[in-house]
């Protein structure tokens, strides 16, 4: 059974800095890995996509990498704004007892301290 | 246009009620998906349909039943429902056929359903 994790689950850090937030998964056997922006009481807007034979995809100030064979993705932000205060999560597309599935992480509360 | 709507955007409901979600996308995406998402967890997989094809997590009660009445539309019919089925009801699709180069995931923005 793939089981995602975050870590932290939560930070806070003062606007300006840059950040790193980490996902770990336990079964390497992935289409891809996707991190997800969620508001609070809202639904999900996609902010990367990392297909399982790239190792990094970049977009703006968000940067995510993934090592596969280890099972390990890091979500980097820099120059951190208020408007990065949101959950971050993480999901795994694979294929799970013969279903195509995309399994969420727990979930990284970040709040950038103005 | 890579929009998933979903409607409608809240529901209060009554434990005798019968009601349904509804979901849509226009991106010719095969694949959609219900999910289920509590306060401060993570989405759970509820049903997905794959070309038209039902897979359901066994976890589900039946008071929750899929409809896909073509590959744009997914309903969520709700049924006699309990008040810890209160939750933010997240549809998605992706593009399949499932492989490395089709499996991008796009959410709508949820229901927020309260059972009373």
């Known amino acids: 059974k793939q089981e995602v994790t975050q870590i932290p689950a939560a930070l806070s850090v003062p606007e300006g800095e840059n950040l790193v937030l980490n996902c770990s998964f336990t079964d390497s056997a992935i289409y891809n890995l996707q991190w997800f922006r969620q508001d609070p009481g809202k639904g999900l807007t996609s902010l990367l996509l990392i297909q399982s034979s790239q190792r990094e995809q970049t977009s703006g100030r968000l940067n995510a990498s993934l090592d596969k064979s280890s099972g390990r993705s890091t979500l980097y932000i820099a120059a951190s704004q208020p408007g990065d205060s949101a959950t971050y999560l993480c999901?795994?597309?694979?294929?799970?007892?013969?279903?195509?599935?995309?399994?969420f992480g727990t979930g990284t509360r970040l709040t950038i301290i103005p | 246009d890579t929009e998933v709507t979903q409607t409608p955007k809240h529901l209060v409901m009554g434990m005798t009620n019968k009601k349904s979600l509804k979901c849509e996308q226009h991106m010719g995406h095969r694949a959609m998906y219900w999910y289920k998402q509590k306060a401060k967890k993570p989405p759970e997989l509820m049903f997905v349909y794959s070309y038209e094809k039902l897979s359901i997590n066994e976890s589900v009660p039946s008071r929750f039943s899929p409809e896909c009445p073509n590959s744009s539309l997914l309903n969520l019919h709700l049924h006699a429902l309990q008040p810890e089925d209160s939750a933010l009801y997240l549809c998605?699709?992706?593009?399949?056929?499932?492989?490395?180069?089709?499996?991008?995931?796009?959410f709508g923005q949820g229901t927020r359903l309260t059972v009373v």
């Open positions: 999901a795994v597309f694979g294929v799970v007892f013969g279903n195509e599935k995309l399994t």
């Open positions: 998605a699709s992706s593009p399949g056929p499932f492989g490395e180069w089709n499996t991008e995931a796009f």
